[in-house]
């Protein structure tokens, strides 16, 4: 017999001695892939000592006595994957209890899909993926003005120049749309000056104020009317140089990182305020309230609701509370707390003399003969004419 079926010989010894002698536990059970190579090279060897003339049937015996236990360290390995998979569906149940909703297709018309498609278009330029938007855009057959990509790309090219250091070119932007930023009561500029002076009053090693003074002097006067008390402390912190110092100075906050890092979501959001759309890219705010359990509640809401044979009142409110992350909270919200409706401009909040506020409606309802008012929370009686609106 050769050297490579001898090799072999004694592997199958070797095994079948391991398997009989000692019993494996099941953290230490051998592969199913293990299992069957063992088996192929016993299979082989038997088949060449057939062909030779070499075998009998003790040979044949011990295969089948062989394909019966890997048969068995198979059928081990594979209850532990069993088992494996199905405390992984136990947790993935506890985890998540309530499945997503099967919802018909929402976007079957031809409206609603280029309304899609248009969103999605915008989502790749907004987050600067442009290349992608290009593919999309002539797959689709979606129509977006030149303009909006126009503007898009200088959105990012502005926010590539803040990321490398350079203010100009958002500057330049606050130049030209000054009066817009004036009515939103936006500090971007002053912000962008800002770090442009600290980063000239911390450049030199030693340090060097007279650039920075410089800076301040020829470019904030015009701001000093709304920002003082600011371009006050931006002067002054240069007294604690060096940076050492001005760490442990009253003026820290001005040495941050963040007063540079916080410059791009914030033009961002003005760029984005000038083309009136919102301050947030759409898909995300959905992929981040849908995903963040919002579909969960309302799914296990409507079947708690069908159980109990009762169905939404109003098609456009939910009947339980969906926790909003704070950046999602974009305007405050009243509840009355005796017709569970929202304030509207229609059904504003009005205080009673108590101090106590329900909806409009609601108090037109609890007034009875001339105009007075109990309030439903309190023993207090106040009259209708006296309530006052309160504004969030």
């Known amino acids: 017999m050769d050297a490579p079926l001898k090799e072999l010989t004694k592997l199958e010894k070797l095994t079948a001695f391991t398997s009989s002698n000692q019993p494996q536990s099941k953290s230490k059970s051998i592969s199913v892939a293990e299992s069957l190579d063992a088996l192929l090279f016993s299979l082989r060897d038997v088949k060449q000592r057939l062909e030779a003339g070499a075998a ?17 360290e198979i059928e081990d390995r594979q209850k532990e994957v069993h088992a494996s998979l199905a405390r992984y569906g136990k947790t993935l149940d506890k985890r998540f209890a309530s499945s997503l909703p099967s919802s018909p297709p929402l976007f079957t018309s031809a409206t609603s899909k280029e309304a899609l498609e248009r969103t999605v278009a915008l989502h790749f330029m907004r987050t600067g993926q442009f290349s992608t938007a290009k593919t999309f855009l002539q797959e689709t057959s979606t129509d977006v003005s030149e303009e909006i990509q126009v503007k898009f790309l200088d959105l990012h090219q502005v926010l590539t120049a803040l990321r490398n250091q350079d203010v100009q070119p958002a500057l330049s932007w606050c130049e030209m749309n000054r009066e817009f930023l004036e009515n939103r009561t936006s500090p971007l500029e002053f912000y962008l000056h800002r770090s442009q002076y600290m980063r000239l009053l911390l450049a030199s090693n030693p340090p060097d104020p007279l650039p920075a003074l410089a800076y301040a002097r020829t470019l904030l006067p015009p701001l000093y009317p709304s920002y003082g008390s600011d371009i006050n402390r931006l002067i002054a912190c240069t007294v604690y140089l060096p940076l050492t110092r001005l760490l442990h100075s009253p003026y820290s906050d001005l040495a941050s990182p963040t007063l540079h890092f916080d410059l791009e979501p ?41 159980e109990r044979k009762s169905e939404w009142s109003q098609s456009d409110e939910l009947p339980i509370e969906i926790p909003l992350p704070p950046e999602n ?25 108590c101090g106590h506020v329900v909806a409009k409606d609601s108090l037109q309802k609890l007034s009875k003969a001339q105009g007075r008012v109990k309030c439903p929370y309190c023993p207090q009686e106040s009259n209708l004419n006296t309530a006052l609106q309160v504004h969030f």
């Open 266 to 306: 914030m033009f961002a959001r003005e760029y984005c305020a000038r083309l009136g759309m919102s301050r947030q890219v759409p898909l995300r705010v959905v992929g981040d309230i849908g995903g963040g359990g919002a579909l969960a509640r309302i799914e296990k809401g409507r079947k708690v609701m069908r």
């Open 56 to 72: 009998g049937e003790a040979d044949v015996a011990g295969i089948h006595r062989m394909v019966e236990e890997r048969k068995k």
């Open 329 to 353: 909270r974009y305007h405050s919200i009243f509840a009355c707390p005796v017709s569970k409706e929202q304030a509207t401009a229609s059904n504003p909040p009005m205080m009673m003399t």
